[in-house]
C-alpha cells in the first residue's frame, strides 16, 4: 500500500514547516487527492490516523477530492469527462489536465 509511504513524506513535510515556523501543534491539514492520482482516500486517511505522532498527534485530516479534468493539446479547450474525450473543435485526443494530483494546499498550525 503506497499511501503509508506518501503520507509518511506528508508528515516529514509538515513536522518541516512547523518546525521553521516554531510552531507547538498542527491542528488540521488539508490535502487535494485526485481522483486519478492513484490515491485512495480511506486508505490515505487509515495511514495518517497510523502516523499521527508528534506534532501531528491532534491533527485533522482534511480531503478535498480534485475530479478528473481533460483539455485539448491543440487549443486548450475543456473537454468533458466523458467519451469519446476529443475536442468539439479540433477532434484532438483530449490530454489529461488535472485530477492525478497529490497535493498539501493547508497546513493550520498554532505558533505562540
Ligand atoms: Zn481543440
Request: net charge negative; proline share 5%.
Amino acid at each position: 500500500m503506497h499511501e503509508y509511504s506518501l503520507v509518511r513524506a506528508l508528515a516529514d513535510r509538515v513536522e518541516e514547516e512547523a518546525r521553521s515556523r516554531q510552531a507547538v501543534a498542527v491542528h488540521r491539514l488539508t490535502v487535494a487527492i485526485g481522483a486519478v492520482s492513484g490515491v485512495e482516500p480511506a486508505l490515505f486517511e487509515t495511514a495518517f490516523s497510523l502516523c499521527r505522532e508528534g506534532i501531528l498527534a491532534d491533527a485533522e485530516l482534511e480531503i478535498r477530492r480534485v475530479d478528473a479534468a481533460w483539455s485539448c493539446p491543440s487549443c486548450g479547450r475543456a473537454v468533458p469527462s466523458d467519451p469519446p474525450l476529443r475536442c468539439a473543435v479540433c477532434g484532438e485526443a483530449a490530454r489529461l489536465s488535472g485530477g492525478d494530483e497529490l497535493i498539501l494546499e493547508q497546513i493550520e498550525m498554532e505558533v505562540p
